[in-house]
Each structure stands twice: as structure tokens, then as C-alpha cells.
């Protein structure tokens, strides 16, 4: 149990061996303190226990707001990309049960569906789309914003259907409702992704946490002696691992540990397309 709970998350995770790593640093640096406990200087430098208390109640305002507001947008980031697997999922089966459609329309365009996902992750990170159909990533170089240019694609299929006569108003209208809502989910992460949290409130929960860290061991030396240096090392591993990982989570799209599975959403999408279009297949072979 204690392995499992405390000692092999840190050794697995590379935020919280970084996190350590700086507790250490924090920690060795307490050993100054004690020093001059035990020297001929025990009486230079003190700093009243006072000062810590009330630094603490200013610290827990400041972290609280920082760790609530970065965890509001990472669940934000969730939320949406949430719907983006409901959205294709829906999407996949108005296209694919549509009864005059030619089959290899339907699937073509199921692979566009499939497709958007990959194309918002690379977008969000800002990285040329190199996991599609080649043909598809020729297309995507061209153009500054590729959801965009993807969706644009999948309302040319279904205009031309509505030309043919495959679909009628009433069916484009009902897939419209899933359609826009791709652009409306790839809008609400380019503002998580472009409007961070306002850099003053970031600098001022840093500024507390480093003066807090730094004058703790000289604040608690005089009573906990020897001990000062564990549990200023202790006290500097949750107050920066907060700090720490609410600087990671709210930019929730990139690849550290506590960013979204964004491959592993794209990979559900890409399985439940797959096999909405297969199973619609059969339906309508075994109906046939």
C-alpha cells in the first residue's frame, strides 16, 4: 500500500520527480539554518514564528485560486473533447443510416469524421498533421486552419448530395446540428489553449510560495532543531507540486503527465466511427 499510494506514482511521474527534485533542493538549503542554530551565531537572523502564519492564510487564498481556476480549465478541455466522441459518434450514424446515399460516399465521409479529431490534437500543438491519409495531409498543408478547411470539406460532400438528391433539406438539416458543432468544440479549445490565466495572479502565488520557502527553516529552527530540514523539504514538495502541476493543467493539450489523453481520444473516435460504419454496413447488407 505505501509503495503503491506514495512511492511509485513519484518514481513514475516526471512532474512529480521534478516536483521532488526542487523539495530536496529546499530541503538542503534548511541545513543553512540549522547551522547557525548550532553555531556561535544561534541568536543572528531569527524570524518570528508570526511571520508564517501569516503568510500561510495570504499563500492558501493565493494557491487555492491558482489550483481551482487551472483545474476549471483542464475539466473545460475535457468536457469538450467529450462531446467532440459524442458529436463524431452521432454524426457517423445520421451519415451512415441515410438510405439513398451511395455506400462509398458514406464512407468516405465517415473517414473525414474520424479524421477531425487527429486534425484539432495537431492543431492544438501546433504540429503538421503526418497520421492521415496522405492524400488528406497534402490538402492540410495548404491551409492555415485545418479543422476549419475539414469541416469545409464535409459540407461540400453533403451540398453535393443534396444536388443529387441523396439527402433532402430536413436530413441536412438534422446532420447540421452535429456538423456545426465540431467548429463550435474546436473554438472553445483555442481559447483555453490562447487565453491563459492572467500572468499577475501566477506571479503573485510564486512570489509567496519562494518567499514562504525561503524563510521557513530560519522561522521553525528554534523549535524543531534537527527536524526542520525534513519537514521544510515535506512542506516545499506540496507547495510547489501544487504550483507546479496547476501550471501544467491549464494548458491541457500538450504532452505532460497531466494533460489529456488526446491520442486516446482520438483513438476511441477513430474505433467508434470504424465500427458504426461496419455495423450500419451489415444492417443494411443483412436488410437487402
Not at 33 to 52: C, L, M, R, T
Not at 242 to 250: L, P, S, T, W
Request: charged share 20%; net charge negative; aromatic share 10%.
Amino acid at each position: 500500500m505505501l509503495t503503491q499510494e506514495f512511492i511509485r506514482p513519484v518514481l513514475h511521474s516526471r512532474t512529480l520527480r521534478g516536483v521532488a527534485g526542487l523539495a530536496l533542493v529546499v530541503g538542503l538549503y534548511a541545513i543553512l539554518a540549522v547551522w547557525k542554530e548550532n553555531s556561535p551565531y544561534s541568536e543572528v537572523g531569527d524570524i518570528p514564528s508570526e511571520v508564517h502564519t501569516s503568510l500561510t492564510m495570504v499563500l492558501g487564498f493565493l494557491l487555492v485560486f491558482r489550483t481551482n481556476a487551472a483545474y476549471s480549465r483542464w475539466w473545460e478541455a475535457r468536457t469538450l473533447w467529450g462531446g467532440l466522441v459524442n458529436a463524431s459518434r452521432n454524426l457517423t450514424i445520421k451519415i451512415s443510416t441515410l438510405p439513398r446515399s451511395p455506400r462509398d460516399e458514406v464512407e468516405a465521409t465517415g473517414q473525414l469524421i474520424a479524421a477531425f479529431p487527429k486534425v484539432l490534437k495537431n492543431h492544438l500543438r501546433s504540429e503538421a498533421p503526418d497520421d492521415l491519409a496522405p492524400w488528406l495531409v497534402e490538402e492540410l498543408h495548404r491551409v492555415q486552419h485545418a479543422p476549419g478547411f475539414l469541416v469545409s470539406m464535409l459540407y461540400t460532400r453533403l451540398s453535393h448530395w443534396k444536388q443529387q438528391g441523396w439527402i433532402d433539406g430536413d436530413e441536412l438539416r438534422v446532420i447540421d446540428r452535429e456538423l456545426a458543432r465540431l467548429l463550435d468544440i474546436c473554438g472553445g479549445c483555442e481559447r483555453i489553449l490562447r487565453t491563459r490565466i492572467v500572468r499577475s495572479y501566477r506571479t503573485f502565488a510564486r512570489q509567496c510560495v519562494l518567499i514562504f520557502l525561503l524563510t521557513l527553516p530560519w522561522g521553525i529552527v528554534n523549535t524543531f532543531q534537527w527536524w526542520t530540514i525534513p519537514l521544510t523539504a515535506i512542506t516545499a514538495y506540496f507547495m510547489l507540486g501544487m504550483e507546479i502541476v496547476a501550471e501544467h493543467v491549464e494548458e491541457p493539450f500538450g504532452y505532460d503527465d497531466d494533460d489529456l489523453d488526446l491520442d486516446g481520444l482520438c483513438h476511441t473516435i477513430e474505433a467508434s466511427v470504424t465500427e458504426l460504419l461496419s455495423s450500419t454496413r451489415l444492417s443494411n447488407t443483412t436488410t437487402t
